[in-house]
């Protein structure tokens, strides 16, 4: 029985990347329903930070993501309301010995032959940039392309911005695909009913592979735990995000045990957010002692004006991990109808809006903007 | 850090409030080896508070029924080893097999250099409460007080908050506050009570079992018309006058959704309003460590506990207002009831069978009644209706009701926590403490609220060098 009007595409999932499917679809002239069974952004989005890097990212699929994603972040940043927080301040990464700084200037090099704006900041200028630096850092690298975002508010302003041509069903679980008798698919069958649309596209996160097990198919998504510290609101004492050099093989590691170096970045709203701690954890949300710890001295080790400042809270999400560290974009060769646009791990809110721009590009039949032959849902 | 000397402790003892009190000294009593901490300077918690010196008060017991109980637990205390530590606020809880470690902040308001990690073999959680509040137009305005707030000034520095003080919320405190008020010599025009004082007939059995406590509304009673205060059940404060400072206050009657009634708004004048709505069990570091919860009558989020007022997490036992909001004769027995559990866990003491008999019977009948209490104080739907969009709701954030309903109608929030992410409520100093309940009706579009999720992972806020800290030290062994 079908509840509702019918709809061209369902979205499932009101994440950031389920909310940029919906408005890059939308935009492409089609009728778009968002189920998500909690809240809007009530999922890894509302959980984690808003980092749009290009900084830590190798050359390569991702960071060619990362790019497309960073110009459609400017357009967005002009479309949406300043309440998304947009910020682009910067990045800047910091070695704290020479050998450290060396890598750091190889890699910054790797990454401008690929297109990265990439400024080597030499260690009596690293406070220039920021006053409060720890004194005896080897140098850095200044990132002008990386930026910010409040990820909750940008997921919902997306969502609205599309008008009428989005409907949103909250509070609602997808428990089921529909397939017709000859394996098309029909739509998919809920806590409240069923929904009807020949196209379904999965932006369900860290629970994209138990979503995928409904289709029948092998997506293996999972859970990446990440802490982030929370500081007492501060006037602007930290102006870029900063980071230490050994942040990018933390997240390109694939161990499960805790990963730990600080991201310090200053908000709008005065709280500086230090994050975030990786592990393999399940979806458990005990308090780990150590990815505190360790968190607070990456921290104060960069700003010792920091010590003094208390953390007035600490919260936990769950980045969606796929095993090559890639997310999974594009139509699913194994089950027609079905799209995938999960598995960005750490990167989701920054990846977003390039995946709905490939999303709504497969939807409609058009060119994708880049190869997404490395995306492929069917590579595992 | 510093670990002191004689660790692990049997028994580690968060709050010194009736609960932590009497579980400690049963403990200790027993042969096991106690620690007791508290923020504050004192023991005694909300209940028992003591003046400051430089009020110079005679007789602090004046204000309070049951100070002998509380004279005997502290000549107790003093008798026994329990090690007391004032001024430790516990800002989180860790398990390293085998023993917890109970992390603080020392000084006046935590903000001493010096953290100090205590490690001990179990532990009893005895944090008490804090006050529930409901905004309504005009909370914000000076002259407007907690009702504990104004009980806790009168307790420990014997001031009132104006010289005519209007009382409203609703639940039981609000009899105690008023009666102290106008025994303190401040006019109380009126007592203004949400809902209606008849809903307690409908636990008669409740009532019947528990007569110390009818025997304790009467005597308020009967304060309250010696002092010619004025009661007005089914009613709520939905507006202060004043520009500067509270002048007057508009007394509307609720219908049974606690919705006003068009028309029947009255003014009264006077220079103060005290209001509350109840307490809310104070569990974060309970939840931190992945205690199980049940929603209480009242709309509040408690521990469940066993019979023995052991938590879901074994090794984690509480007492007093965790496990639900219940008066100081509960949290007495409870505490001892818990004290004495413990010690048979580790194996101290004798068998102590008639005692938990008698300790768990009492125990089950006061349960008893505070659920009925509860129940006949639980926030009907219709306070919502109370407020004006531009309503303060998180005074940390300043953030409006019309926000919140912003958030929740527009941009896709269905409860607490992404009212909060969508808005800021709940992210200020207080972390939700202040605004966490009423955002929480708000955000539930239909059918009751969830309680908001008491998840504060630091109980309070930890300096950044102390985290830096927190986990470096090997597990010292029993
Ligand atoms: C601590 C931490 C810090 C991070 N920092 C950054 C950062 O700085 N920059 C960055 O770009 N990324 C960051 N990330 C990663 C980023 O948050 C995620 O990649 C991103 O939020 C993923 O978005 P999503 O929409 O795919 O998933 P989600 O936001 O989790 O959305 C998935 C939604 O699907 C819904 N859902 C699942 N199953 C069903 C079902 N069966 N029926 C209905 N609904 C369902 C869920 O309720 C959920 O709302 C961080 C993550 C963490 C944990
Ligand atoms: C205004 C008011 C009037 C009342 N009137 C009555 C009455 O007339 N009759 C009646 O039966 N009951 C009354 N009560 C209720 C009574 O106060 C409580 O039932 C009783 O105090 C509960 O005892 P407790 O030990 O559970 O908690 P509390 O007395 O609240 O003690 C908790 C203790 O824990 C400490 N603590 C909390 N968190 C931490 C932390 N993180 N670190 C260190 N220490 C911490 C606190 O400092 C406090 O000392 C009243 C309460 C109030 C507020």
């Known amino acids: 029985m079908p509840t509702g009007k019918l709809s061209d595409v369902i979205v499932i999932g009101a994440g950031m990347v389920g909310a940029a499917c919906a408005y890059y679809a939308a935009g492409a002239g089609l009728r778009v329903t968002v189920i998500d069974r909690g809240s809007v952004a009530g999922g890894t989005t509302g959980a984690g930070e808003g980092n749009l890097l290009v900084s830590d990212k190798e050359p390569g699929p991702e960071l060619e993501l990362a790019r497309l994603s960073a110009r459609l972040w400017t357009e967005l940043s002009g479309a949406l309301p300043a309440r998304i927080e947009y910020e682009p301040k910067g990045g800047l990464i910091v070695a704290a010995d020479e050998p450290g700084a060396a890598a750091l200037r190889d890699f910054a090099d790797r990454q401008r032959a690929a ?22 850092l080897a140098g850095g690298v200044h990132y002008p392309q990386d930026a910010q975002v409040m990820p909750a508010l940008a997921t919902a302003h997306l969502l609205r911005a599309a008008g009428n041509r989005i409907r949103l069903r909250l509070g609602e679980e997808v428990t089921g695909l529909l397939t017709a008798p000859d394996g098309t698919l029909r739509g998919v069958r809920t806590t409240r009913g069923e929904v009807h649309a020949p196209y379904v596209v999965n932006a369900a996160g860290a629970w994209g592979g138990e979503l995928a097990r409904l289709a029948g198919v092998e997506l293996p998504v999972r859970p990446r735990r990440g802490f982030v510290l929370v500081t007492e609101p501060l006037p602007r004492v930290v102006r870029h995000k900063v980071y230490a050099a050994g942040y990018m093989a933390d997240v390109a590691s694939g161990s499960a045990t805790l990963q730990t170096s600080a991201v310090i970045e200053g908000t709008p709203a005065g709280p500086v957010l230090i994050g975030a701690s990786r592990e393999h954890a399940g979806f458990d949300r005990t308090l780990s002692p150590q990815a505190l710890q360790r968190l607070a001295a990456g921290a104060t080790a960069l700003f010792p004006v920091l010590g003094t400042v208390r953390a007035m809270r600490t919260y936990t999400g769950f980045r969606p991990y796929l095993p090559d560290h890639l997310p999974a974009i594009g139509p699913d060769p194994r089950a027609p109808g079905l799209l995938h646009a999960c598995g960005h791990e750490g990167a989701g809110i920054g990846l977003a809006p390039a995946t709905g721009f490939v999303i709504a590009r497969c939807l409609t039949g058009g060119e994708p903007p880049l190869d997404i032959g490395p995306f492929d849902p069917g590579r595992f | ?193 949400a809902s209606g004082y008849l809903a307690y007939a409908r636990h008669p059995r409740a009532l019947a079992a528990n007569p110390q406590k009818a025997a304790e509304a009467l005597v308020h009673g009967a304060a309250l018309l010696r002092h010619g205060v004025r009661l007005r059940s089914r009613s709520a404060v939905t507006a202060v006058h ?40 104070q569990i974060e570091l309970a939840t931190a460590l992945g205690c199980a919860t049940r929603t209480s009558a009242d709309g509040t989020s408690a521990l469940v506990l066993g019979p023995l007022q052991e938590t879901s997490v074994r090794g984690l036992w509480a007492a007093g207002e965790t496990g639900g909001v219940g008066g100081v004769r509960l949290a007495l027995a409870e505490g001892e009831l818990a004290g004495i559990a413990v010690a048979a866990r580790l194996g101290a003491g004798r068998a102590r069978g008639s005692r938990i008999v008698q300790l768990r019977r009492r125990r089950d009948r006061m349960r008893a009644f505070a659920d009925a209490m509860a129940a006949a104080h639980t926030p009907g739907p219709g306070w919502r209706c109370w407020l004006a969009d531009d309503t303060d709701v998180c005074r940390c954030e300043e953030v409006t009701a019309g926000r919140i309903r912003e958030a929740v109608d527009d941009l896709g929030a269905r409860d607490a926590r992404t009212v909060k992410l969508l808005t800021r409520a709940g992210m200020g100093w207080c972390q939700g403490r202040m605004c966490g309940p009423a955002v929480a009706c708000l955000a539930a579009r239909d059918g009751a609220p969830e309680p908001p999720p008491e998840r504060r992972p630091f109980a309070v806020p930890v300096p950044m060098s102390v985290l830096a800290q927190c986990a470096d030290q090997p597990n010292t062994a029993p």
């Open chain 2, 242 to 281: 004043g520009t500067d400072r509270v002048e007057a206050v508009t007394v509307t009657r609720l219908d049974r959704t606690w919705r006003p009634v068009q028309g029947s708004g009255r003014r009264i004048a006077c220079d103060a309003l005290a209001v509350g709505h109840g307490l809310v069990p």
């Open chain 2, 1 to 193: 850090m510093t670990d002191s000397a004689s660790e692990p402790y049997d028994l580690a003892v968060v709050g010194a409030g009736p609960a932590g009190l009497a579980g400690a000294v049963a403990a200790a009593e027993l042969g096991l080896g106690v620690v007791l901490l508290d923020a504050s300077a004192h023991t005694g918690g909300q209940f028992y508070r003591q003046p400051a010196p430089q009020a110079r008060a005679a007789r602090p017991e004046a204000l309070h029924h049951d100070w002998s109980a509380y004279a005997g637990l502290r000549r107790r205390l003093a008798e026994s080893s329990v090690r007391h530590l004032p001024g430790h606020h516990v800002w989180s809880i860790t398990h390293e097999a085998p023993a917890w470690s109970v992390h603080c902040l020392t000084g006046d308001d935590g903000s001493d250099e010096q953290p100090v990690r205590v490690r001990a073999r179990a532990v009893l959680l005895a944090t008490g409460a804090y006050e529930r509040h409901l905004p309504f137009p005009g909370w914000t305005l000076p002259g407007v007080v907690s009702a504990g707030g104004a009980q806790a000034m009168l307790k420990s520095g014997l001031v009132l908050p104006g010289r005519r003080i209007v009382v409203a919320g609703s639940g039981p405190l609000l009899l105690a506050v008023a009666s102290s008020l106008a025994a303190a010599g401040a006019r109380v025009p009126a007592l203004v009570e």
């Open chain 1, 115 to 136: 297109g990265v704006t990439a400024e080597e900041i030499p260690a009596d200028r690293l406070h220039d940039l920021e006053p409060h630096l720890a004194p005896g």
